[in-house]
Each structure stands twice: as structure tokens, then as C-alpha cells.
């Protein structure tokens, strides 16, 4: 989930609330320090850089997997929408158990089978070996790299504004801060560094938000306080699908329950666990995790819509200015605090993980797919690591419309090229490798085309239709089309393979 330009410019502090933020912002710098410096004495490898040496427990995956998952979105835009939209913004986030589950059956296991039977870091690696297609590991990694520049644009620019709001740096010196914060222990300790970093800034989030969720609780009378006040002033909130439309709102479920799934900075994590007899309570720990952190994401939402229409809170100048005004009024300035530094802390455990896979697709997927492999992949990870890091704050830079476009067009772009090659193929005995390379090459176009047209306004969708789900949709078939149609002439799955598709 990004989170754009309009998500994060409400962070404006009032004055005399900034050194007690600006304080909490400086000890958790310190904190992710001081866990990046244990992380580099501990990367001695290019497996250690980019795969932690598939040495993490199913508690340090599941924390990890919903830092990266929960971008500054989750805090700042998602109850923006949930003021806007009411309950059908929820559909946005309701498909997380069904996601999870997924994941741990169609996706976790294989992918850690096929690392033990096969040498690979990266999505695309497991997406070569499954058609053993070199051409389809490069055109993979091709789709990450030009969505991770997207999307972290996306996110730097959004982690300036926040270190703008906290320290008036102005937000093209917080730009710059923020990424050499971050790409300082990235370059050090890799992925590594970033898992560490994911679970405390995992458990910051999660307690920020149940402290948060119980504010504004009270804040509103309880629920039962809340619902009520809705209800007399703006009941279309509370219904089931809000004031989305039932197509939109199940438009919503469709593209992230499925599109998730293609996300590479969260299906990455799957090679670095030990264990993968584990997975079996992966679902419900990740489930769990989510479920604590959305609670701000619903709880502000409504409880500062019950204020606003009740009188009680002047009308909010944008819906993205929800949580900043809800944690000015009613939570004590020092849970504020937390809850600021766990926005960035949210914005720096996705930029960290897109690091790693743009980083392991330049170094590790391209060079194999062109037959050159490089020698010393850990020393070209960091430096890749930094020039796709320079790359994206540059394109931070240029604030507004496009950086938004380029974020929404990353996040569509990895679902429409990687659910259906991977999540379909690691279970479908029958996918060539022919089906995959159209449907990578399918996604990659269609999303290009429509979300550019979208972009200037050449083209509008009708209500409830997006470009991602019609390039998901457009993927998924040419994907089984073209697998039937050269079934016959496609080589026997290898043996190794073959036994992990069937484990």
C-alpha cells in the first residue's frame, strides 16, 4: 500500500508539539542503529545480503512480512479513506486473512522447498527455475526494477514529509535524510538489517495502534457512542459497503487479495525462514499482527468523522488530515509521538525491503538472464543497492501527480506480472513457459498503457474499475490461454521441481 504525496502532506505540527516528537523521532533513529550495526557485523555473504541466510523464525517472518506490508498508507491515507468512504474502505484490508492463507499454501512452502532444492535469492530466480527460462527470470526482474523505482519515489517522498513535519528540515532536505537514513544500514546489513529493523518497527506500529484504537474509543463515547452519532448524522458510513459501490468495493477485495500475492518485497521473505514446517501457523500470526495495526486504520476514521459531524472537531481541510488532528486532540503528546515515529518507521520497512529485491534483480536476475553472472554479488548489491536508492529520491523530487502515478503504477505493475507466473505456476503442472513469459510481458504492457492514459486524462474507468484489476485480469487469462495452447510442445517439468510442486 503506498503512501502518496496527499497521504502524508497532513503532517504539519503545531510548534510547541514537535520537541516531544521530535525527541521520540531521534531515540528511534537510535534504536535502528544500533540494530543495523549488530546486522552489518553479521553479513558476511551475498545469502546473508539479500535472504538473511534463510536463518529467521516464523514470529521474526510474520512481524517482518506486516512492517512491509503497512507503508505510511495504513497510518496516514487508510483512515483518510475510512473518513471518506466509511466501512467500505475496510475492503481494501479484508482480504488480509484470505491473503495470508493463500500465501502460506500456493506460495511459502514452494518457495522455500525450491530454495532448498535449487540456489536462489530472489523471485525472479524461483520464476527461472520453475520454467527453466532464463528469458522469464530476466523479464521478471525488468518489472521489479521499473516498479521499485516507482514506489520508492513514492515512499521517500512521503518519509521527507514526515521528517519535515517533525524537524522543519523542508521536505526536500528530508527527502535526502530520510534516504541516507535509511540506505546507511540497508548498504550495511542488507536485508538483514531490514528484517531486524522490520520487527521492532513491527511491534511499534502494532502497540501505537491498539493505544490509538482504545483513544478513540473513548473519544466518541465507544462504539455504541460512535455508531449512533453516525447514524444520525451520516449513516451511509456504517453500510456494508459504505459509499463505495458494491463493484467497487469488491473490486477493492479482488486486486489486493490477489494482488498481494505478486508483491516481491513481502513474497521475498518466504526464502529466509528456517523452518518451513512453521508455515502452518503463518496465516494466523500474520492475520493477528495485521489486525492489531489496522485498528488505527478503522478506529480514527470513524471516531473522527463522529467528531466532525457532531460538532465536536472543526471539518478536516482534507480526509488525509484524520489521524494528525485525531492525535493532536484526544491522545496524550507523547503516545502522538510514537505513533508519528511509527509512520516513518512503517515508510522506511518498505523502502528497505524494496532495496533489497530492485538490488537483487540488478545484480543476481538480469546477469543470469544474459548468461553473466556476477562474482562478487555482495559488494554489487550494496552498490546497486545505493544507485536504485539515489535513483528514486531523485525521482521524489519531482512531488505531485507523477510520483503518485508512479507508485500506483509499481504496486499494479508487481501484481499483473508476478501472481500469475508464480502463484499459479509453482501449483499448476501444467503452465509453460511460453504462458509465462506472455503473461509477464501481458501485465507489463497493459499496466503501462492504462495506468498512462488514467494518468493524462486521456481515459477514465467507469465507477468501481481499476487498471490493476484489468491487467491482473488480462494476465491471469493469457497466462492459462497460452500454457493450454503450448502444452504439447512443452519440456517435462525437472525432477526436483516436479517434487516440490507435489510436497
Not at 8 to 34: C, D, K, S, T, W
Not at 99 to 109: C, H, R
Not at 260 to 285: A, C, E, Y
Request: proline share 5%; net charge positive; with cysteine.
Amino acid at each position: 500500500m503506498i503512501p502518496g504525496l496527499a497521504q502524508v502532506q497532513a503532517m504539519a505540527l503545531p510548534e510547541n508539539a514537535r520537541p516531544v516528537i521530535g525527541g521520540v523521532a531521534l531515540a528511534y533513529f537510535a534504536v535502528v542503529a544500533a540494530i543495523s550495526w549488530v546486522a552489518a557485523r553479521r553479513t558476511r555473504s551475498a545469502a546473508d545480503f539479500f535472504v538473511a541466510g534463510q536463518g529467521i523464525g516464523l514470529f521474526t517472518l510474520a512481524i517482518a512480512a506486516m512492517a512491509a506490508t503497512l507503508s505510511g498508507f495504513a497510518f496516514i491515507g487508510g483512515p483518510g479513506l475510512v473518513y471518506t468512504l466509511g466501512l467500505g474502505a475496510v475492503f481494501i484490508v479484508l482480504p488480509a486473512a484470505l491473503t495470508n492463507t493463500m500465501g502460506a499454501w500456493v506460495l511459502a512452502k514452494r518457495l522455500r522447498l525450491l530454495a532448498e532444492v535449487r540456489e536462489m535469492i530472489t523471485i525472479p530466480d524461483a520464476i527461472g527455475a520453475r520454467y527453466g527460462s532464463p528469458a522469464a527470470q530476466g523479464l521478471a526482474a525488468v518489472a521489479i526494477v521499473l516498479a521499485v523505482v516507482g514506489y520508492m519515489g513514492t515512499n521517500l517522498l512521503a518519509l521527507g514529509i514526515v521528517i519535515d513535519a517533525i524537524f522543519g528540515t523542508g521536505v526536500a532536505a528530508g527527502i535526502w535524510i530520510g534516504t541516507a537514513v535509511v540506505l546507511a544500514y540497508s548498504v550495511a546489513g542488507g536485508i538483514l538489517a531490514g528484517i531486524y529493523n522490520d520487527v521492532f518497527q513491527g511491534l511499534l506500529m502494532a502497540a501505537a495502534s491498539v493505544l490509538v484504537f482504545q483513544a478513540a474509543l473513548d473519544s466518541g463515547g465507544g462504539l455504541a457512542g460512535i455508531s449512533r452519532t453516525l447514524l444520525a448524522h451520516d449513516p451511509a458510513i456504517l453500510a456494508p459497503f459504505g459509499k463505495l459501490t458494491p463493484l467497487a468495493a469488491l473490486s477493492f477485495y479482488f486486486v489486493f487479495g490477489v494482488g498481494s500475492l505478486g508483491q516481491p518485497h513481502v513474497v521475498h521473505k518466504f526464502f529466509m525462514l528456517r523452518d518451513p514446517r512453521q508455515l502452518r501457523w503463518f496465516p494466523l500470526l500474520m492475520t493477528c499482527a495485521l489486525f492489531l495495526t489496522l485498528l488505527l486504520f478503522v478506529g480514527v476514521g470513524i471516531a473522527m468523522k463522529a467528531l466532525v459531524v457532531s460538532g465536536q472537531a472543526p471539518a478536516l481541510r482534507t480526509p488525509d488530515d484524520a489521524t494528525p488532528a485525531f492525535l493532536l486532540r484526544a491522545v496524550p503528546l507523547p503516545l502522538a509521538a510514537v505513533v508519528f515515529s511509527a509512520v516513518a518507521a512503517a515508510i522506511m520497512s518498505t523502502v528497505n525491503s524494496f532495496m533489497s529485491i530492485g538490488a537483487a534483480a540488478l545484480t543476481h536476475d538480469l546477469p543470469v538472464a544474459f548468461g553473466r553472472r556476477v562474482r562478487d554479488e555482495l559488494r554489487w548489491g550494496r552498490v546497486w543497492t545505493m544507485v536504485l536508492t539515489v535513483l528514486a529520491a531523485a525521482v521524489a523530487q519531482a512531488s505531485g501527480t507523477l510520483v503518485a502515478f508512479l507508485g500506483v503504477f509499481g504496486w499494479g505493475l508487481f501484481a499483473s506480472t508476478l501472481v500469475p507466473a508464480l502463484a499459479l505456476g509453482l501449483n499448476w503442472a501444467g503452465a509453460t513457459r511460453a504462458g509465462a513469459i506472455a503473461s509477464i510481458a501481458t501485465g507489463l504492457a497493459v499496466t503501462l498503457v492504462l495506468e498512462t492514459l488514467a494518468f493524462l486524462k486521456w481515459f477514465s474507468f467507469p465507477a468501481g474499475v481499476t487498471a490493476t484489476a484489468i491487467a491482473l485480469v488480462a494476465s491471469l487469462l493469457v497466462f492459462v490461454a497460452v500454457s493450454r495452447l503450448t502444452r504439447a510442445g512443452a519440456p517435462a517439468l525437472p525432477p526436483d521441481v516436479r517434487a516440490v510442486m507435489e510436497a
